[in-house]
């Protein structure tokens, strides 16, 4: 058994800040049950002091789906938090997620506090919490660039409040891996209480890291992750859930393991992109569209030998329907051979030379060619199925 690995989703909260990405509630308890299919642990539903349709939404939510905790975002805001515990009321599980800046350009720009000030606060806000739940998530926002003394003074005094998740955002996306990986060593051999709490990865994407910091922190003894289908979030994203999930699994030797049921990704992907109007980028690790393309003709070479020769996942295992021989003006015969067999032709190696040549033609002068063009070559040729 694996250590297991708590995936916590917040594409109906960080996700959903993107502009343009706005959803309504339908739409949130859609997703939200799609979300509890494909087996997350905690579905963070929205931030509802943010407005009366976000309220709603979380109540909602929590009123559809049964399996996950469902979480709701406060600040450190009396307010916030009374209204966050009004809208998990009626979940099965619910958390309220609440927590302050802790770098200094929060404490003193942002927050115009004080180091002992925002201790404080802290502690009072997940006190306040404590009212409406048990299960208290805190976040020290900007952890990634806050000093980890520190940051270790905070955690451990909202830990001895009754926090029992301790999230530690790299809310800028500004870390290298071996660093976010440090801070979470630092604070497990740091903080006194830990083994009380879990703690959480909440990783930004502004560098292309968001990924790798959130695997470098489960390295360190963090056991949960935060993160969003598609990688979806402020600026450049969140994590992408698909990307942790599948990194656990392709690296048995990590010893990590989830409760996300895998072959539901892809259709995840896309409910999520459709509903937000976000496409997915072609080239989007596991989701995108050509993540099990293959186009040169050395690879497609190898992939129709053996898939493993270019594949390191079978696109079923995340709900793709299979590998794809593309033919373009890169492909080679086998990989036309390949795909007019597919149609029902066959040719001898005399005939295939011939082809294509005129294959080399036509898709010189398109950018992808397909089925409707292959059927053209071969009556040209007189090769009938
Ligand atoms: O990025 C961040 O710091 C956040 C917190 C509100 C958890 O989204
Ligand atoms: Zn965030």
């Known amino acids: 058994m694996g250590k297991r690995i708590q995936i916590f989703d917040t594409t ?6 993107v502009p343009g990405c706005k959803l309504n509630t339908d739409q949130k308890v859609e997703i939200a049950i799609a979300l509890e299919d494909l087996g997350v642990d905690v579905i963070e539903a929205g931030f509802p002091i943010s407005s009366p349709g976000d309220f709603q939404s979380v109540e909602a939510v929590c009123k559809a789906v049964s399996e996950p905790t469902i979480c709701a975002l406060s600040r450190a805001v009396e307010k916030d938090i009374e209204v966050a515990g009004q809208a998990i009321k009626y979940a099965k599980r619910g958390r309220i997620h609440t927590g302050i800046g802790t770098s ?12 002992d000030r925002i201790i404080e606060r802290a502690v009072w806000a997940v006190k306040q919490a404590r009212k409406y739940t048990n299960d208290i998530e805190f976040y020290a926002e900007d952890a990634g660039r806050t000093d980890n003394v520190f940051l270790a003074k905070v955690i451990e005094a909202v830990i001895a409040a009754g926090a029992t998740v301790v999230n530690i955002p790299d809310t800028t996306g500004y870390c290298l891996p071996e ?7 630092y604070l497990v ?50 994590t992408s859930l698909e990307e942790v999930v599948m990194i656990t699994r392709q690296h048995p030797d990590l010893e990590f393991e989830t409760g996300v049921n895998t072959p539901l990704l892809c259709s995840m992907s896309k409910l999520v992109s459709q509903m937000m109007g976000m496409p997915v980028q072609p080239n989007k690790a596991i989701v995108g569209s050509n993540a099990f393309a293959h186009s040169s003709g050395i690879h497609q070479d190898g992939v129709i030998k053996n898939r493993e020769t270019y594949e ?35 040719m001898d190696a005399e005939l295939l030379n011939m082809v294509y040549a005129d294959f080399l033609q036509v898709a010189d002068q398109k950018k992808e060619v ?14 009938y199925v």
Do not use: W
């Open 189 to 238: 051999d740091n903080v006194k209480g830990i083994e009380n709490a879990i703690i959480s990865t909440h990783c930004h994407n502004d560098l292309g890291l968001a990924t790798a910091n959130s695997i470098a922190g489960i390295i360190n003894g963090a056991r949960q992750i935060e993160c969003t289908i598609n990688g979806i979030g402020e600026r450049a994203g969140n």
């Open 104 to 115: 200094d350009s929060h404490i003193y720009h942002k927050l115009k506090s004080t180091p």
């Open 179 to 185: 660093e976010y990986g440090q801070k979470i060593k």
């Open 370 to 383: 397909l089925d409707t063009d292959l059927h053209v070559l071969m009556e040209k040729h007189r090769i």
């Open 12 to 17: 109906l909260r960080d996700g959903e800040q």
């Open 312 to 346: 390191i996942i079978d696109p079923k295992e995340v709900g793709a329907h299979e590998s794809k021989i593309v033919l373009t003006a890169r492909s080679g015969r086998a990989a036309l051979n390949f795909r007019a067999n597919r149609l029902g032709y066959s």
